[in-house]
């Protein structure tokens, strides 16, 4: 079976513009969650999915949005990017949305912003 | 609120050594569980194991040991027999069900290095 795939791998983008990064979640997985990892530091939790609703938020700032469509997968938006928002996004998938430790990650989405 | 600490931000092994790497954590959540990642250079975040905070057993998983200490509020990791490819980054983590269980926050790591 496929792991959890997002694409692209890498991409560079200049200040001020937008990037949308994508998802698949594990076949069967209906919660999808991102997270940011600045280097040198964990992962910081930015949005949860699940059954197309969003069901929790970190403490990111509003340029930030997430959508999830029906077939599960998942889209990660952020607007006016900052050079701070350089780093890699990671997303991972579980079975359901809560009460489960299963959450499998995928390969991550490195962003530079220059 | 909920923290997770992870105070070494480096160890040393010698290949075929047990390793212990530190977590400490902090919730006034009674149903939480505790999470070890290994994340190599390539960046995929690899789960090794799991720790239930009503589990009355501690979490073992072939080379790995999740040491549970409950009052304490610490979660250490136990590498037994490390191998030259168990160098990277750990992350503990927690995941606070009580709060809607949807949410992981993550320490800032240790990497570890096994020296042949």
């Known amino acids: 079976d496929a792991g959890v795939t997002q694409s692209p791998t890498h991409l560079i983008k200049t200040r001020g513009q937008q990037v949308t990064l994508r998802c698949s979640p594990i076949s069967g997985h209906k919660s999808v969650s991102w997270y940011q990892q600045v280097l040198g530091q964990g992962p910081q939790f930015i949005f949860q999915?699940?059954?197309?609703?969003?069901?929790g938020r970190g403490n990111f700032p509003d340029r930030f949005s997430a959508r999830q469509f029906p077939n599960y997968s998942s889209e990660l938006n952020v607007n006016a990017l900052l050079l701070g928002d350089s780093a890699l996004y990671l997303c991972?998938?579980?079975?359901?949305?809560?009460?489960?430790?299963?959450?499998?990650f995928g390969p991550g989405t490195r962003l530079t912003v220059t | 609120a909920q923290k997770i600490t992870q105070t070494q931000p480096g160890m040393f092994v010698q290949e075929k050594e047990a390793v212990t790497l530190d977590c400490t954590y902090d919730t006034s959540d009674p149903s939480y569980g505790l999470f070890w990642y290994k994340q190599p250079s390539s960046g995929e975040m690899i789960f090794l194991i799991y720790?239930?905070?009503?589990?009355?057993q501690n979490a073992t998983e072939g080379r790995y040991s999740l040491n549970f200490q409950k009052a304490r509020k610490s979660a250490n990791l136990v590498i037994s027999a490390s191998q030259l490819g168990d160098s990277a980054m750990y992350f503990c983590a927690m995941r606070e069900f009580g709060a809607g269980g949807f949410k992981t926050i993550f320490g800032a790591g240790t990497r570890l290095f096994v020296k042949a």
């Open positions: 720790q239930g905070s009503y589990d009355q």
């Open positions: 991972a998938s579980s079975p359901t949305g809560t009460g489960t430790y299963e959450q499998y």
């Open positions: 999915y699940y059954e197309k609703e969003e069901r």
